[in-house]
């Protein structure tokens, strides 16, 4: 199964409309998709199950079931999937586009797109491709931890945190 998610800020009307494009080319995979409230106006998917909102423990559960992710360029998302080692399909949202305030979904999918098990489409034709490979041959990544995709002096001035904390 695959999960998709856009977060619950804002709607991601680009990437929904790319996997929805993609279900109608390949109606055997099961998506499920938690798409952010499209408003009257926004893109409502007609070839897969979603949902505009799912509490935490549904999230969970559909997250965890999953194996493959399809995602926004989220920070929680990105960093979800590598802490649960499921490969994650990232597509950032474009500022250009009018789909955030700036760029930096740009930056953070530049960023992580070099980790194992992080797959970065620019946009919907690599969206297509990236779901059409890694659904026939889904990817098993390695068990991720924090120290796999944080830099090392960030782990350690938590860790001296923590035991800091623990001393006192």
């Known amino acids: 199964m695959i999960f998709l998610t856009v977060g619950t800020q804002l709607t991601f009307d680009r990437m929904v409309k790319a996997v929805d494009t993609w279900c109608k080319k390949v109606p055997d995979v099961g998506i499920f998709g938690q798409i952010s409230d499209p408003g ?22 559909r997250f965890n079931a999953a194996n493959l992710i399809v995602a926004h360029a989220g920070m929680g998302s990105i960093i979800s999937a590598l802490t649960a080692s499921k490969p994650i399909i990232i597509m950032p949202r474009s500022a ?3 789909e955030h305030r700036n760029e930096h979904q740009r930056a953070t999918a530049e960023k992580f797109g070099r980790k194992e098990g992080v797959y970065v489409a620019w946009d919907e034709t690599e969206l297509a491709a990236l779901l059409t490979r890694l659904s026939k041959n889904p990817p098993v990544t390695a068990g991720a931890a924090a120290s796999a995709f944080a830099e090392p002096k960030l782990i350690e001035t938590l860790r001296d945190f923590i035991h800091m904390e623990t001393k006192t």
């Open 96 to 98: 250009a586009l009018g």
């Open 40 to 61: 009257p106006k926004g893109y409502r998917p007609a070839h897969f199950e979603w949902q505009d909102f799912i509490g935490p423990e549904e999230f969970n559960k």
